[in-house]
């Protein structure tokens, strides 16, 4: 029984670290690279852009970090 309870709680913490990556990246890497290599003008003050940024990567690491807290619920 512990076999599948320790399968759903290694899935479950996947998706958790899947959903942090991609809020980093599409909230964090991505309006940044734009704007550094000047592929779109941000429509927002380049202050805000850079908190909304550190904002992202703070939710981010948050959720990751939520993730590994589950993986210490494997049991032997």
Known sequence: ????????TKLTAAWFSTLATAIVTAGTLAPLVAAF?????????????????????????????????LLGRLQE
Do not use: D, K, W
């Open 37 to 69: 290599y000047g592929l779109s003008t941000p429509s927002i003050g380049s202050v805000y852009l850079v908190v909304m940024a550190v904002a992202c990567f703070i939710i981010g690491l948050t959720i990751h970090l939520c993730a590994r807290m």
């Open 1 to 8: 029984m512990y076999l599948v309870q320790n399968e759903r």
